[in-house]
């Protein structure tokens, strides 16, 4: 007999996002743990990504024109794949736990059309949330009065990032877009250390030119006023001064959670590229690694990127 949940008992998930729009490597996953056990906070386990072209965020002709939005345009953040057997990061080379997930595929589809409420794409998006942190069984963080959903997403193609910004503030025009800035030796350093899961290959060259497409569109974003910046530095050297200004940034009640990752509530570890001591907690150690990169690959960091950085690290947030 299948258990049918009961619609009364249904949190309506209809809040604005605040999206971890940044570069890989740049403290994302870290910053999502912060949130995730935030009680003003839904908090989504996985990477967001759409079944659309490049997997950015769709526009109002593709949802509309989609006969089933639920499996076109959705289906790549339907967490029934991880059901029974959890969920781990991928990017990373410390061990990672698994992290258990119960998740209802049918209770996810019913409730999708029980609450789409309209044919605007903020209606199936509401739906879509609804379903998802529904049918999410064991989810510790579904109650509550929420003030924002969170997720994390990397573009593969980041010459995109322009249009999936379009995209996103045309659904969300009071969502918000959070980046991250990292020195870039550091971060090229992390990025060739990672044995898995990038958008790119091992050659720097090739590297860097991704980090000139997106944070050249990022800093034109953030020059607009479009981005909250800061710095990955200063949230691993004072991590409570800078969750405290996040928080405000993002209407959030201070709360002592946000110094914490947890995944579910669960405590989390490290998503790094080095071999550090695995501990479940904000880990500073690894500022300073782009000092172990050699001749050839500093060579990469040319005089653009290093203008591109101190652009974008100039609309990081004054911290008190």
Known sequence: MVEKYKSEWVQPVKENIVWICQLPRTGGTLLLRLLDSHPQVHCYPAVFGFNTEGKIWPDEKAIKESATALEDIFSYMNMEKFHGIGIKKQSSNMPQQRYPIYFDGQWYREMFFEFLEGDRPRDYFNAFFTALFNAWRNNQNLYGKKKVITGQMTLREPALYGENFRNFKA????????????????????????????????DPFEVMAYYKTLVRQAVEMASNGELIVFQFEDLLQKPETVMRWVAQKI????????????????????????????????????????????????????????????????FSGQMP
């Open 251 to 314: 209407g959030l009640a201070w709360n002592e959670l946000l110094l914490s990752p947890t995944f579910n509530g669960a405590a989390f570890f490290q998503n790094s590229s080095f071999e550090v001591d695995r501990k479940a907690e904000i880990d500073p150690s690894i500022i300073g690694k782009g000092k172990s990169l050699d001749d050839g690959a500093r060579s990469a960091i040319d005089d653009e990127i290093l203008t591109l950085y101190q652009s974008l690290k100039s």
């Open 171 to 202: 659904v969300y025009p009071e969502g918000k877009m959070v980046f991250m800035v990292r020195r870039p030796d550091d971060w090229l350093a992390s990025a060739l250390k990672l044995e898995k899961s990038t958008p790119f290959s091992k």
